[in-house]
């Protein structure tokens, strides 16, 4: 890492040398996938030998797999494919979902759709009972995250499965940061979005896994070489780079993340852990720090070489609120103190234990960088 701890493999993980090895090969060759020539389908024979050794990761069938540029157009994809295709015009939509989510939903209301908000727990846990109330013959789609991609929550994925297929409504995950972090087993759910750069694949990869029944509208058309759901031509390269990573040994970070939120708390004893303090994501502790702006934070540790994320979405430089702690009831000051930290493959207990040294003087400086603000 050049001498940078990174703890935040949520935003993008490093390169795995499995993937950067799978690539390389693949760029030593030339074909067109889609071609008919012996090099074309050599390329074919790639882009299908890892299609299935995806699908053997995560319990789902090859023929189900749309390979895409990565995560935000399979959302989209599976998001606005299904509602178009739908002669019903209501969505039900996770409060806390992505930004990959909550744009194109808000996208199709523009375009005539009525788009329900699904409230969320303290914890960041979709409200199931509400859900079940919301629950209809008028529903073209419902959108719920496998896991929150801030805070970390693990949602009650087969208790939501369950109630939309009672209904006969097409549910739609987003399983990006689940990938590689939790056993995936998405063969319950209509439609789900992984990426490879989570995993540490290449950026610029991604799938969505769509059950094979389910009428789409494709969003991208041409060649239709993905299932005529999903035009261009497939990156080779970058699909066996995908399958490489994701089939690497897994990393159990576990251990290294308690450690961190043992530290955390240790040394800025009125930190606030949120989400949920068991059901969450195994590299994730995203935490709230009172009196601190979460971007004067993340900067002051910036300069000691500790990179991490602020859980709060930033527009044209001007720092936000975090929508997913405000869709949990936090207040504007608490939901924009966050800092997510975020564990991988390749991190250590040096990555921690930098943290952990470098936060208490980080936190001093931003509150009193705080504090001139309200002034």
Known sequence: MGGVHYLDYAATAPLRPEALAAMQRQWSQVGNPSSLHTAGRAARRVVEESREQIAALIAAKPAD???????????????????????KRRLLVGAAEHHAVLDPAAALAGQGFQVDYLPVDALGRIDVDYLADALSDDVALVA????????????????????CRRHHVPLHSDAVQVLGQLDLDVSGVTSVAISAHKVGGPV?????VLDRNQA?????????????????????????GFAAALAAPKVDVRPLRD?????????????????????RLPNNAHFSFPGCPGD??????????????????????????????????ADEDLAGS????????ASSQ??????????????????????RRRS
């Open 144 to 163: 719920v995250m496998w896991a929150n991609n801030e805070v970390g929550t693990i949602q009650p994925i087969d208790e939501v499965a369950r109630l």
């Open 350 to 371: 040096s990555d921690v234990d930098a943290l952990a040294a470098a936060l208490p003087q980080a936190v001093e400086r931003a509150r009193r960088a705080g504090g």
């Open 204 to 208: 610029g990869v991604g799938a969505l």
């Open 296 to 329: 004067a934070l993340l900067m002051l540790l910036d300069a000691q070489g500790v990179a991490v994320s602020t859980g709060s979405a930033c527009t044209a430089g001007i720092p936000q609120p975090s929508h997913v702690l405000m869709a949990m009831g």
């Open 259 to 279: 450690d961190l939120i043992r530290q955390v708390m240790v040394t800025v004893p009125d930190a606030v852990l949120n989400g949920d303090p068991v059901e």
């Open 65 to 87: 797999i749309v390979f895409t540029s990565g995560g935000t157009e399979a959302d989209n994809l599976g998001l606005k494919g299904i509602a178009m295709a739908s002669s």
């Open 338 to 345: 966050s800092l997510r930290f975020s564990l991988g493959w």
């Open 216 to 240: 789409v509208s494709p969003l991208l058309h041409g060649g239709g070489q993905e299932r005529d759901v999903r035009s261009g031509t497939v990156d080779a390269a970058g699909i066996a």
